[in-house]
């Protein structure tokens, strides 16, 4: 009897050892090693080890570069938020990964989008490895979809899974919730394990382009937000969507991270509710809905999300420390961004914020990831410090680069459009290509964040000043 080689597989990132060792030296994960035998070698239905039979080869025909093309199918879902982010709808035979945090609400958005495509008279199967039939049924009622003819299984074995989907007509959608919960027999490891994954999700995906149906795996997240499990799975898919949100937030974000069929980095936006994920059509005026008007330290950013224009809050604060070294907090935007801008404030404006703590927020739980946020963020920072209120019917957008200039950036009249239809009637933009951006608001073009910082500061002094404690007015 040959000997079976064992190798061990870090879980984190997929890399593999001949021998254990405590970190794994392609992501340097601690205790991650687990000892895995070489199985099918990765690729399910193929059998591996010293006494694997040899195959050979057989030919197959080349196609030219140039020839007839047909734009892929699709099925649009029902739900026009989540047909955004796809590119219109599910296109024939791709695989869709879903990630986001335990709780965000990955599984009522797909049994909505499932009872959904079900009403439209097309086969629309849901197989959980998580949760009984009977839980999946209670959330069906609960969220008023009982009547949808959705087809429900808890499986974990994806070969008798293919085997089920393969017999009657072929669904329009497979959901899989989820892929870390799959195994496949060809593999002599845990379930959850980077190879059952890989091994599970292939599978799964050679189903998906031989028959036509269109598969949604839903993927578990690490703590710092990434996608759990080897990231090959994510190439080896033709989209990663990441759901995202915070918990106290009543707004959900469906974002496009990769896509073969349409644009990346589009989004959808959901309103969490009792009756389940309402699509938001106006995600502008939703968040703008409860801002407090001429408070100082809060600026309106018109965004871009994929083709979206999004009109957002950014609040900050900046307060007198009493420690060593001031905190420094962001919610919804990236650090490194803020210690660049906090950098550049203080080389060239004269903005010293070296003894504050400063706190910035996005409003509604919206994470952007675009440089365009750099003025309004620099506005609210400078309006928080000098307790200056900035204009109510004012949005800023415009990216602020080491020496202090304001640089254009991409898509300025689809920003415009969106602030003048909330009602919006000034907008402080980048000097370089103000003029070319036609728009009916009052534009304010800013060559320097040096101009910014003294207009808001001149707008401090003419602000009345709070009244001081009567305590410290005594002393």
């Avoid at 080349?62 to 047909?70: A, F, K, S, T, V």
């Avoid at 024939?92 to 958005?109: C, H």
């Avoid at 999700?201 to 189903?207: E, G, K, M, P």
């Avoid at 409003?363 to 620099?378: F, Q, S, Y």
């Amino acid at each position: 009897m040959s000997r079976r080689n064992m190798t061990y597989v870090c879980q984190h990132c997929g890399g593999a050892s001949a021998r254990w060792q405590g970190k794994c030296e392609a992501c340097g994960e601690w205790n991650s090693m687990v000892e895995e035998g070489d199985g099918l070698g990765g690729v399910a239905g193929r059998p591996a080890g010293p006494g694997r039979a040899s195959r050979k080869g057989r030919s197959f025909k080349l196609e030219p570069l140039i020839g007839e093309n047909h734009e892929a199918p699709r099925l649009p879902s029902g739900l026009p938020e989540l047909d955004r982010v796809t590119g219109g709808g599910f296109v024939r035979g791709s695989v869709l990964l879903i990630a986001g945090d335990p709780g965000i609400g990955k599984s009522t958005l797909l049994i909505q989008g499932a009872a959904a495509l079900a009403r439209l008279g097309h086969r629309a199967v849901y197989i959980s490895g998580e949760e009984a039939v009977a839980q999946v049924r209670l959330r069906a009622e609960r969220l008023g979809l009982g009547d949808a003819k959705v087809e429900l299984a808890a499986e974990t074995s994806v070969e008798d899974i293919v085997a089920t989907l393969s017999e009657g007509p072929t669904p329009r959608l497979v959901i899989i919730d989820s892929i870390q919960t799959m195994w496949t027999d060809g593999i002599d490891s845990a379930p959850g394990t980077v190879t059952q994954v890989r091994g599970s999700a292939q599978t799964l995906i050679r189903y998906a382009k031989k028959s036509g149906a269109a598969v949604i795996l839903v993927g578990h997240v690490t703590k710092d937000g990434q996608i759990a499990g080897p990231r090959v799975v994510e190439h080896m898919v033709d989209a990663v969507l990441s759901f995202e949100g915070d918990g106290p937030h009543q707004f959900r974000i469906l974002r496009a991270v990769k896509n073969r069929f349409g644009p990346t980095d589009e989004i959808g936006v959901f309103e969490m509710t009792g009756l389940g994920l309402r699509e938001v059509a106006n995600p502008s005026e939703l968040f703008l809905s409860e801002r407090d008007l001429g408070s100082p330290g809060t600026a309106v950013f018109a965004g871009i999300e994929g083709t979206r224009p999004v009109l957002v809050e950014i609040q900050a604060l900046v307060a007198p420390s009493s420690l060593g070294t001031p905190r420094r907090a962001v919610v919804g935007w990236d650090s490194s961004r803020l210690s660049m801008v906090l950098a550049v404030l203080q080389a060239h404006c004269g903005v010293n914020l070296g003894g504050h703590d400063v706190y910035l927020n996005v409003a509604g739980g919206l994470r952007i990831v675009e440089p365009a946020a750099d003025l309004a963020a620099a506005a609210a920072l400078v309006s928080s410090l000098a307790n200056a209120p900035l204009p109510a019917d004012a949005v800023y957008f415009g990216e602020v680069s080491l020496s202090g200039a304001v640089r254009p950036v991409a898509q300025a009249p689809a920003r415009l459009k969106e602030a003048q239809k909330l009602g919006f009637a000034r907008a402080v933009v980048p000097e370089t290509g103000a003029d070319a951006a036609s728009s009916a608001l009052a534009l304010n073009p800013v060559g320097s964040l040096v101009s910014l910082v003294s207009d808001i500061a001149a707008r401090g002094e003419k602000s009345p000043k709070k009244r001081r404690p009567q305590a410290a007015e005594d002393e």
